[in-house]
């Protein structure tokens, strides 16, 4: 049996099997006999089609991964509309599968999985570190060009999976047009926006449980005193008012965390994870690590490598132990295969308010503007094989066979390649920040170090727990 005939059973077996227990999960009966069945699925799935890296450890992150995803959708009790978006629009379709075999046949390799897209700059908040440097500005994409990005992700490559992050989106605005107009116009893709949670009021809650085809992941930095630090006095109560909200309206939320030096051990503290998971209900978390980029830059603030190792550590003790999704954009490259920026199989690209392409968010550097791309008749696959795009997937394609994945960051943990790449491709700087620190010997310093640091704790884990396997084997 060949490899695709293999995706499209596993799909079909899970995607039923899903279906049936969302729909009767709630029966405490029905729910203990489907749920060992879905998780004896998921192990077969992760073992017939292990992707690129089929290690004993790799495949064991996916699994546990996999199932604390499907325990953490029960837990919460997502709305069948919102189960029916992801299960049979945004993951696992039939037109994914055919526009995967056109794009194959063209490519040679399958198409991204989603895009990225911050519409509008503007921001109400001042948060020190802001990656995307996000302000008063009124800078925003056209609605024409939004729309069409996503009319085309679906068309082109069959990917109707699409983050929207800011600025702050709830502030979008294009004439008469509002973030919530795409969410009307869109209603077979799923949207995961990133927001500070604070403009989400009833009105909008109760919509987005109507469309359910959105799940808001809404930003703190951990409990009372280190969210409102960064975010402003009273801001955490604003939070918990939002959340209470969502959850009245059944709207599946989750919560996005920049780890930092300063929050990195309260983050994964039995204290947070009671706080937002058991009492606040959200269905699962998304751990960005501080990226010295956009505004106030302080690679100081960057969590140690030993905090990134005990990061590591206990991320997977919730996901394993609680069964809740918490997912570590950087510590758990062995789930996505690593990196998964500049168009790779899977992956996705990022495009900002001015419509300057990205090979990812944490990547401040532009291989294209794609309003210049549709001005001379192209389209999103015109991305694929920019310059910038190839160099970044010809090291991710290598690198899964050779590489480290605990160190799956171009950008991060392989800055002076990455930097290499930029300078030689002749990518454009994100803001004015961003030129700076390209040519900063200090900046260079710092994180090039880091990297060498990393490397020599990672490289140690990732040949006994991933190569050798010695966590049992799923």
Same mark, same amino acid.
């Given at each position: 049996m060949n490899i695709e005939t293999r995706v499209k059973i596993n799909n079909f077996v899970v995607k039923e099997l899903l279906d049936l227990i969302f729909t009767f999960g709630k029966n405490p009966v029905g729910r203990s006999i489907l749920t060992p069945i879905v998780e004896r699925s998921i192990r077969l799935a992760v073992k017939n089609v292990p992707g690129p890296v089929g290690l004993p450890g790799v495949i064991n992150d996916k699994y546990y991964m996999l199932r604390a995803m499907v325990h953490s959708g029960i837990r919460f009790g997502s709305t069948s509309k919102f189960v029916n978006t992801i /299960? !049979?629009? %945004?993951?696992?379709?039939?037109? &994914?599968? !055919?526009?995967?075999?056109?794009?194959?046949?063209?490519? *040679?390799?399958?198409?991204? *999985?989603?895009?990225?897209?911050?519409?509008?700059?503007?921001? !109400?908040?001042r948060c020190r570190g802001c990656y995307a440097n996000s302000a008063s500005e009124k800078d925003q994409l056209p609605y024409d060009i939004f729309s069409r990005t996503i009319k085309e992700m679906r068309d082109l490559w069959g990917a109707r999976f699409v983050v929207i992050s800011g600025g702050e989106p709830m502030l979008y605005r294009w004439g008469d047009k509002t973030i919530l107009d795409i969410f009307r116009e869109n209603q077979d893709s799923l949207f995961l926006m990133y927001t500070n949670g604070s403009l989400i009021n009833e009105r909008v809650a109760k919509e987005f449980s109507?469309? *359910?085809? #959105?799940?808001? %992941?809404?930003?703190?930095? *951990?409990?009372?005193?280190?969210?409102?630090?960064?975010?402003?006095?009273?801001?955490?109560?604003?939070?918990?008012?939002?959340?209470?909200?969502?959850?009245?309206?059944?709207?599946?939320?989750? #919560?996005?965390?920049?780890?930092?030096?300063? !929050?990195?051990?309260? #983050? /994964?503290?039995?204290?947070?994870?009671?706080?937002?998971?058991?009492?606040?209900? %959200?269905?699962?978390?998304? /751990?960005?690590?501080?990226?010295?980029?956009?505004?106030?830059?302080?690679?100081?603030? #960057?969590?140690?490598?030993?905090?990134? /190792?005990?990061?590591?550590?206990?991320?997977?003790?919730?996901? &394993?132990?609680?069964?809740?999704?918490?997912?570590?954009?950087?510590n758990h490259g062995p789930v996505s295969d690593g990196c998964i920026s500049a168009g790779r199989p899977g992956g996705y690209f990022y495009i900002d308010w001015q419509a300057n392409v990205y090979p990812c968010v944490f990547f401040p550097y532009a291989g294209a503007n794609l309003k210049e791309i549709y001005e001379k008749g192209g389209n999103l696959n015109d991305l694929i094989n920019l310059p910038l795009h190839k160099r970044i997937r010809e090291w991710q394609f290598k690198y899964w066979h050779e590489g480290d994945l605990l160190r799956p960051c171009p950008i991060r943990d392989h800055y002076l390649m990455a930097k290499r790449f930029v300078i030689e491709t002749g990518a454009k700087p994100a803001d004015e920040a961003a030129k700076e620190i390209l040519f900063d010997p200090d900046y260079e310093k710092k994180m090039a170090e880091y990297d060498i640091d990393l490397a020599q704790k990672t490289e140690k884990i990732w040949e006994r727990v991933y190569r050798n396997g010695t966590r049992k084997a799923v």
């Open positions: /299960v !049979n629009k %945004a993951i696992l379709s039939d037109l &994914r599968a !055919n526009k995967e075999k056109e794009f194959r046949a063209r490519f *040679g390799f399958d198409p991204p *999985g989603f895009m990225t897209i911050s519409p509008a700059k503007r921001c !109400n908040l109507t469309l *359910g085809n #959105i799940t808001p %992941a809404i930003s703190v930095e *951990g409990m009372r005193e280190t969210t409102e630090r960064r975010r402003g006095k009273g801001f955490f109560e604003k939070i918990a008012r939002t959340l209470e909200i969502l959850k009245r309206y059944r709207v599946t939320f989750g #919560i996005s965390i920049t780890a930092t030096r300063e !929050n990195a051990e309260e #983050i /994964v503290s039995d204290e947070f994870i009671d706080f937002y998971f058991n009492k606040m209900g %959200a269905a699962y978390a998304w /751990v960005f690590h501080y990226m010295p980029i956009g505004r106030d830059i302080a690679p100081d603030l #960057i969590p140690t490598p030993e905090q990134r /190792v005990y990061l590591w550590e206990k991320s997977w003790e919730i996901i &394993r132990e609680r069964k809740i999704m918490f997912a570590d954009f950087w």
